[in-house]
Each structure stands twice: as C-alpha cells, then as structure tokens.
C-alpha cells in the first residue's frame, strides 16, 4: 500500500487498495441513503398503522442485539475481505429481488420487516470485517486519515447525494431506488473483491474454540484494556444522549422553536455540513492535540452545543449549535475508531468493534425512550438538557486518561 507523507503522519494514498475500499463504502452508503430514505415512504402506501411503520425502522436495530458480537466473532475467524464482498454480492441479490417485488406490485409490510431484518443481520458480519480489514491495508500512521476519508466521503455520498435525488428516482417508479440501491452492492462487491490486502496478523485460532468462548475472549480484552474500557463507556452514554436527542428533535425545532419543518431541514442541514466538516479537519485537530485529547475536547464542546440548544429560544443558535454539535462528531467517531483499530490485538478487533457497535445500537433506542418521557413530562427542550448530562458524564469518565 503506498502512501505519503502529510506533517509527519503518514495519509493514504488514493491509489490502491485503500482507494478502492473508499469508493466501496462510498457508493455502499449511497446506496443504502436511497433505501432508508425510500423504505419509509414506501411503508406509507402498505399501510396507515404508525406502529407497523415504526416497527419497520426497530426490525433494523434488532439484529445488532441478537446478533452484533456474533458477527464480530465470525469476522475475527474468517478471510474479511471475501465476507465482504460475499455479503454485498447476498445484499445485492436481496434488493434485486425486492425491487422486482415492489415493481410487480408484490411488497407487503412484513416483507420489509423481513427485508430490514436479514440486512441488518448481514451488516453485523460486513460492518466488523471492514473494521478489522482496514489495518491491513495501511501502516498504523495512515489510520487516522483514512477513518476520516471514509467517514466523510460516506457522510457526503448519504445525506447531501442520495437523500435527495430519491424524489426523482421514485417519479420513475417505486422501485428504482431500490433496483439502484442493488446496483451499488454489486458495484461494491467489485470493489472489495479485488483488494490484495497483507497477509493477516491474527495468531491462530485454538483448536476446539468455540464461538461462544471467543466472544467472552474478545469482551475480556476489551475489558483488560483501560482506555478502550473507558472509551466504550463513553460512547455507550453519549448514544444514549444523541437517542435522545435524535427521537425528539423534530418536536423540539418544530414546536418549542415554532420553526416548523423548513426550520427542521435546515437543522438537519447545519449537522451535515459540520459533520463534512469535521471529518475534514479531524486529523488535524487530532495531530495537535493528540486522540484521547481529540475525544475529549470533542465531547466538552458538544457539551455546550447540547446546552445552547436547550436553554436559547432562537433558531439561529440552534443552527449553529447543530452545525458544531456536527462537527466534533464526526471528530470523536473518526478518532475513537481509530484508537480502537490501533489498540486492539489484530485477532481480537472484530469483537471489540462489535462491542462498541453494539452497546451503541443498545443505547439508542434507551435514550430515545428517555427523550420521549423527557420530552413529555419536562418539556419539548429537555430532551437536548438530557443528552447534555449523558455527555458530561462521557466526558467526566474520560478525564482520567488526560495526563
């Protein structure tokens, strides 16, 4: 893998195996901003329950509960490029014959229940491999920028590019976005499957291990590790805060801001600008203050983002609120990522991965529940207060790795 220099620390080059695995993950997240954004309205015309058209979105969470260290098991014992490109090829079958279905006029509610479902399940194995495939692409100097490449471009390719052009895409029928949607998994599959990655470092597996015994192997290197102990706890708090946050949002921009639903697409525009934004700076940042500093600072800031958000009345606050609440975002995923991929042995990383995945999923919908009592008992702004606290306490147990 080549690479050049950039201020001491080592970037990816575009050429080779990491540019591939980039357009991979771009055009994958592409594909699947279509999906997610058609797949709702779509639910619309199957049926007018709101709770089947919600349960539509929790079939897609399950999965990584029943399944999310599962995944990261099977990722630490196989080759992890061939389950790639292996389940973007059954992903890509899967949507073809959707797509086929909703052209017939065949979709029904449980067949996207079923369709979310298997997924999702699909992504606990693809999500983990990719984690753990990409130290073998890259020196362990290249990490930080190329998470913040990946991130970005994805960030990029699923909320300014996809989201939308699915209005034009469905003027040509209801199932054009899912037939493209299809195509990018293949294009994907291509892509991973024509990586040469180094030889793996992971040692070899014990004779007779059992999956289940590897996943407590992996919990217990995770748990052995202080800062990687730390770290999770951290995330696991602030996922319940942005659950939070994320479940009541529109209720608070729409009713406590009265800025009705312009005012929503305009918050959700400011969070993904400086999300971009800040997977541009990232590595930056990370360079001048180091990553645990980086994670830190960024959870601080958000702090006060979360703050402004809650206590001022005024929609130009919340913008800019959104739009820094968006970019130290994107600064703790891309440096919290890496600091796993650095610390983690290299026959342990997909369960780590799947770990931190996990407990992430996990938090969401808990704090999307609290969001919801919150925003009922206390008001519609007490939600953002909520996610405040959550994010302190991140940040508080994080203070003692500061030196």
């Not at 004779?207 to 590790?225: F, K, N, P």
């Not at 610390?343 to 342990?348: G, K, L, Y």
């Amino acid at each position: 893998m080549t690479t050049v220099d950039s201020v001491g620390v080592r970037a990816p080059a575009w050429r080779g195996g990491f540019g591939r695995l980039w357009s991979a993950a771009v055009v994958s997240r592409f594909g699947d901003a279509l999906r997610g954004a058609a797949m709702p309205l779509l639910a619309t015309t199957l049926t007018d329950d709101p709770l089947l058209i919600a349960s539509v979105t929790a079939c897609g969470y399950l999965p990584w509960l029943l399944f999310g260290l599962l995944g990261g098991a099977v990722a630490d014992r196989v080759d992890q490029r061939r389950a790639m490109w292996g389940v973007d090829l059954s992903r890509g079958a899967l949507m073809a014959a959707f797509a086929l279905a909703v052209g017939l006029g065949h979709a029904s509610i449980a067949l996207l229940f079923a369709l979310a479902f298997v997924l999702t399940t699909l992504q606990t194995l693809f999500d983990n491999a990719a984690t753990a495939l990409l130290p073998s692409l890259l020196p362990p100097s290249a990490l930080g920028s190329a998470n913040a490449r990946l991130m970005t471009g994805q960030q990029i390719a699923g909320g300014f590019l996809a989201v939308p052009l699915v209005p034009v895409l469905l003027l040509a029928g209801a199932a054009v976005p899912f037939a493209a949607d299809a195509a990018t998994y293949g294009v994907a599959a291509l892509l991973i499957a024509s990586l040469r990655a180094e030889p793996s470092a992971r040692s070899p597996r014990k004779a007779g291990s059992t999956l289940r015994a590897e996943i407590a192997e992996g919990i217990r290197v995770l748990w052995g590790d202080r800062t990687l102990r730390r770290l999770c706890l951290a995330t696991t708090l602030c996922n319940i805060g942005m659950g939070a946050l994320i479940a009541t949002l529109v209720l608070h921009v729409t009713g406590w801001l009265d800025a009705g639903n312009r005012g929503y697409s305009l918050i959700i525009a400011a969070y993904g600008v400086g999300s971009v934004v800040g997977g541009t700076l990232a590595k930056r940042l990370s360079e001048w203050t180091g990553r645990i500093r980086a994670v830190f600072l960024a959870g601080a800031v958000q702090i006060g983002a979360l703050a402004v958000l809650g206590t001022v009345r005024e929609m130009g606050a919340a913008v800019a609120a959104l739009a820094v609440f968006g970019f130290f975002g994107m600064v703790w995923n891309v440096n919290q990522t890496t600091l796993m991929q650095e610390r983690s042995p290299a026959e342990a990383l997909g369960r780590i991965s799947s770990a931190f995945r996990t407990l992430a999923v996990a938090g969401a919908p808990l704090g999307a529940l609290l969001g919801g009592v919150a925003a009922a008992g206390w008001g519609l702004n007490t939600p953002a207060l909520l996610a405040a606290g959550l994010f302190t306490l991140a940040v508080a147990s994080l203070g003692t790795l500061i030196n």
